[in-house]
């Protein structure tokens, strides 16, 4: 690396680093990060685990990993190199004693310590407390930690108390992945630097808007963790609600950390409150029954291996979202997300408003509204749908749909696309906090969606069935339909 692109080398510490996260995302995205070129030369990578392993039995495992998740031949000149980074220490993280073998393998003198927390919540405390024993952290030390960052508020507070003990705000890095994603990002310039979108993103132009994040797969072997807490906490209270943040924010100062929150958190602070009052007209939850995806039969929720039959736990919610500030009066935010949806889908649509007068009527009785569709995966890419002549010599002016397609893939065909972990990892190891949540909007974000829980703890009814395969309960649909609107379900091709 030249000068002007180098940071600090790291010791970046994964706690976890045999378990499903560590293989599945972070050693398959330090990976790719090597491939480009993007790690510094003198950064160490240490797995800490319970598993009695040496250094060459460990790199092994990430050997494996890599074939079985890269979905790319390995680089051996990059294997030869990302492999010699990496060194194990065998730990029981409950035992605070334990943590003084880090003492052996940390450089904070030369390099920036980074304690990445790719284990469950009821071990950061142990972890904090065991790194504040040792004497390994200073100043420059970070740590990274990965949803849930609680169940609900109570917990969320506990865990970040536990956490400020040892780190200060500046330190903790918690991570959403979608942040990392590049049409995310890319919110920020299509919304602040065209002026054709600056000007029109408001109440004035803007019908309503839709959110959708569907999944193909049902809860892969996560029964315990699942049931206990739902779709609606597991990608709503931080997947949606960040991606609602980054549509719906007023414009920052500049593009520093602190000046993207603060805009984020009023959003944040702006949604109408759901409660038990309101919460039937404004809600749906959906669970999952025996269906079929991609030709092939999967089983419903309360099917699944060490399925509660009894279980009422929501895999699919609906919500219709209001934000109470100047810019979002009256523009509903259609928010759902959902396990064993007929396609794997994050977009956002972006409904204008109809044109008052119609001068096309031969073609369409009522104009249809344009649209702007941001997909975020499969692939990545910007839609415009816009009415368009269809070409001809004949008389009469007739018009059809057409979409303006901005396929990130195509447009930048020379430029590699990383996935969201890989953007947050290095940033995490830059020290750069701009992409990561802070603790006010994690806890600002609970205080909304503990409303909803409270609501839905007294009402009597249960999740409304869907098959597996399509886009969730009929309910969804009637609660878009109320308000004479359809959600956004085209295929991907």
Not at 197 to 202: H, K
Not at 248 to 263: T, Y
Not at 338 to 348: N, V
Request: overall charge negative.
């Amino acid at each position: 690396m030249n000068e002007k692109t180098a940071f600090k080398p790291c010791d970046l510490v994964i706690f976890g680093a045999l378990g499903d996260l560590s293989r599945r995302k972070l050693l398959i995205s330090l990976y790719r990060l090597e491939k480009a070129n993007l790690i510094e030369a003198d950064t160490r990578i240490v797995g800490i685990d319970q598993h009695e392993w040496d250094d060459p039995g460990f790199v092994e495992i990430i050997h494996n990993s890599l074939q079985e998740f890269l979905n790319e031949t390995i680089d051996e000149e990059i294997w030869a190199r990302y492999s010699a980074r990496f060194s194990y220490l065998k730990m029981d993280l409950t035992q605070l004693d334990q943590y003084q073998r880090l003492r052996s393998v940390i450089n904070g003198s030369s390099r920036v310590m980074v304690n990445y927390f790719a284990v469950a919540p009821f071990l950061f405390t142990n972890i904090c407390q065991g790194l504040a024993k040792s004497g390994v952290l200073n100043e420059e030390s970070r740590m990274v930690m990965e949803k849930p960052i609680g169940h609900d508020l109570k917990s969320s507070k506990e865990i970040n108390d536990a956490v400020a003990e040892v780190f200060s705000e500046s330190q903790v890095f918690r991570i959403d992945h979608y942040l990392g994603k590049e049409t995310v990002l890319n919110l920020l310039a299509l919304r602040f630097a065209n002026s054709i979108f600056t000007t029109n993103w408001n109440h004035n132009t803007i019908d309503h808007i839709q959110i959708t994040v569907a999944e193909e797969v049902g809860i892969e072997g996560r029964w315990d963790y699942f049931d206990k807490t739902g779709q609606l906490r597991d990608m709503l209270q931080n997947h949606l609600l960040q991606i609602l943040t980054f549509v719906a924010m007023e414009p920052p100062v500049n593009l520093e950390a602190q000046s993207i929150r603060n805009e984020k958190i009023k959003v944040l602070s702006a949604l109408r409150p759901i409660t038990r009052e309101n919460a039937k007209q404004k809600t749906v939850r959906g669970l999952y029954s025996a269906g079929e995806i991609n030709g092939k039969p999967v089983p419903g929720y309360l099917e699944e291996e060490g399925a509660n039959t009894e279980s009422t736990t929501e895999s699919f919610v609906a919500l219709k979202v209001a934000i109470d500030n100047w810019r979002w009066a009256g523009v509903p935010f259609y928010l759902r997300t959902g396990k064993r949806m007929k396609f794997k889908r994050t977009e956002i649509v972006v409904n204008f408003k109809q044109q008052p007068h119609n001068i096309f009527k031969e073609s369409f009785a009522d104009l249809p509204s344009n649209k702007l569709i941001i997909h975020l995966q499969p692939r990545e890419g910007v839609e415009i749908q816009i009415l368009n002549k269809i070409p001809g010599i004949d008389e009469n002016i007739k018009l059809q749909k057409t979409k303006l397609d901005l396929s990130f893939s195509d447009i930048f065909k020379n430029s590699k696309i990383f996935g969201g972990y890989e953007k947050l990892v290095l940033e995490a190891m830059r020290g750069n906090p701009t992409l990561f949540l802070s603790r006010e909007e994690i806890e600002q974000a609970w205080t909304w969606i503990d409303s909803i829980q409270d609501a839905w703890a007294h009402m009597d009814a249960v999740p409304a069935p869907y098959a597996a395969g399509t886009w969730g309960p009929k309910a969804a649909d009637k609660l878009i339909a109320r308000d004479e609107r359809a959600w956004e379900e085209e295929p991907e091709e």
